[in-house]
């Protein structure tokens, strides 16, 4: 399959095949990028590309939940069109959204679908480093980098899903294809040369929109300190880092060809592009969550709160906990176990053991015992089920709150001691409770606010009475981009978090 590509796209070059593929015939199409003007080997129309990003954006906000913020959401709209209307797909409709997610991270489906996360926003300074982010996604719906993507991924290996992609019959198979193929490009990156290309075109969309280009330098080095953060704290929980895709493995101050791309737009500039924007950018982003929203839920050290639910538990001390919009996963700090908590509605008025056997359907559940913990009533059994480590014996528990019930998952690595986290499994299940009125005020989320720095303001003094509980210092210097050592200068408005 892989000389079938090399071959195909040969035709392209010279404009002169139709290809016959596995139970349906294609047309090859060799068409012409919107940014190069050179042909490129697609196998879908720029129809069947919208068509491709109006299936997925649904699956795009169940997953992440667009942020309730109406002014913030018109904003970024509002920038993304004005980049949008020098680019090189003008004519396309682009849709910007904001996702309430604590991941730092930004991405675009084809057919003009990009988004940005709130904790990727948190970390920006200027409306530039924002339409940088922006610029730096629309350069990739411009050149259809997933388009090609897709089309590679489909031609070396997929077979039969390419038709997926051009039957409509098939087309809610063909978003479920887009995730598949794209899911690593939103991790990785989808290449040097691509995101390269991404760098150059959103530098010349930010000269043409009144923009430095040179914003795109800027903006890359503070993800990159983000990074670089981020893959110490990784390290320190026994975690793989997570980082946002468009940032490569050198700083920007050290990569001469990020640095002549972007140059390049420099030609572009008018006497007026020159817009910071800094303050502007600040106002729309105080008062916006930092970390865990409420509807998620808030973690506090070991602790969790939901105040929409009215629910609070505890993990074992020391254990790093993930806060999923539809779950909980805990690790304890050597990664060799797994707990997982997540909540479905009750229909019926049936005893905790009922409802394990008819719910959980995992096959014989055996050492079934009550489970009772702060006057709820639960149930625990054990099964043995696939795990990410493998098949184990898994304790499965179930706990009653209201019309709730709350089922923990908790499974070990090591096959010779499977009970070994037993009690750690347990004791979390027994410590969910109703929220106190003591601990609703733990319930609610951190938000940014800004602040203006006196000649004395310090990152160490900020730290010591900031609401951040992990890396005070290092956060609070990453969100002004002072890290790792700066200090904010005298009348400067700074963010912090309470």
Known sequence: MKNLYRALFAFCITGKAVVIMTLAIVAVSCAENPVSGKKNFVLMSEQDEIEMGRAAHPNILKQYRRLENPALQAYVQEIGERLAQKSHRSHLIYRFTVLDSTEVNAFALPGGYIYITRGLLAYLNSEAELAAVLGHELGHVTA???????????????????????????????????????????????????????????????????????????????????????????????????????????????????????????????????????????????????????????????????????????????????????????????????????????????????????????????????????????????????????????????MYFKNQAFLFVGSAKDEKMPNRYEGEFLQTARSLHGLTDQELPLAKALHIKIIKASATTRYADLARTSNIQHHAEEQLRLLNDDYPSGEPAAGEQIKVVE
């Open 144 to 398: 259809r980098h997933s388009v090609r993507q897709i089309s590679a991924s489909q031609a070396t290996g997929i077979g039969l899903a390419i038709g997926s992609i051009l039957v409509p019959e098939l087309r809610n198979q063909a978003a479920q294809d887009l995730f598949n193929v794209l899911g690593n490009a939103w991790i990785s990156g989808y290449g040097r040369e691509h995101e390269l290309e991404s760098d150059r075109l959103g530098a010349e969309y930010l000269a043409g929109s009144g923009y430095d280009p040179q914003a795109m330098i800027k903006v890359i080095g503070v993800l990159k300190n983000q990074e670089i953060f981020e893959k110490q704290v990784a390290k320190e929980e026994g975690r793989e880092a997570r980082v946002y895709h468009g940032v490569f493995s050198s700083h920007p101050d050290n990569d001469t060809r990020l640095q002549e791309v972007v140059a390049k737009a420099d030609a572009l500039k008018t006497a007026t592009a020159s817009r910071i924007n800094r303050e502007a950018l600040l106002k729309k982003l105080e008062g916006m969550a930092f970390g865990d929203g409420e509807q998620d839920g808030i973690r506090r050290a070991n602790h969790f709160y939901h105040k929409d639910l009215g629910f609070a538990l505890s993990f074992p001390v020391g254990w790093r906990v993930e806060n999923l919009p539809d779950r909980l996963v805990a690790r304890p700090p050597a990664n060799d176990a797994l707990l997982m908590m997540s909540t479905t509605d009750l229909n019926e008025r049936i005893p905790p053991s009922e409802f394990m056997a008819k719910r959980l359907k995992v096959g014989q559940l055996t050492q079934g015992e009550s489970l009772t913990g702060n006057g709820l009533e639960g149930y625990t059994a054990i099964a043995t089920v696939n795990t990410p480590f493998g098949r184990r014996p898994t304790r499965f528990s179930v």
